[in-house]
């Protein structure tokens, strides 16, 4: 895994949230890797795939151990302002560890 690579990814979603209202977190994650915010996921081991696992995961457990529940519904649902604070921080942490 490139914990670099994730930061980046984070931050890019975390800034496309702050630019674009109407982008759900989900969308900002995708848009971030791939371009476009209606991307499909190509499946495991495709380009940009672990990047994505990585950052939705460390979005989505942010926002549950914040809000005190278990993770597991996605992240396109989540508060926007949530998800914002979740990637600014992780990223953080993710750079910490190169």
Not at 2 to 24: C, G, H, I, T, W
Not at 56 to 71: F, L, Q, R
Not at 80 to 96: H, L, T
Request: with cysteine.
């Amino acid at each position: 895994m490139n914990f670099y690579e994730v930061a980046r990814v984070l931050d890019a979603a975390a800034d496309a949230m702050e630019q674009d209202p109407s982008l759900d977190p989900d969308g900002a994650v995708r848009l971030a890797i791939w371009g476009d915010s209606e991307t499909l996921y190509p499946g495991d081991q495709e380009p940009g795939a672990e990047s994505f696992d990585y950052a939705e995961s460390a979005i989505e457990c942010w926002v549950a151990n914040k809000h005190g529940y278990d993770p597991g519904g996605g992240i396109d649902h989540l508060d926007r302002d949530d998800a914002i604070e979740a990637a600014r921080a992780e990223a953080e942490r993710y750079r910490s560890y190169g």
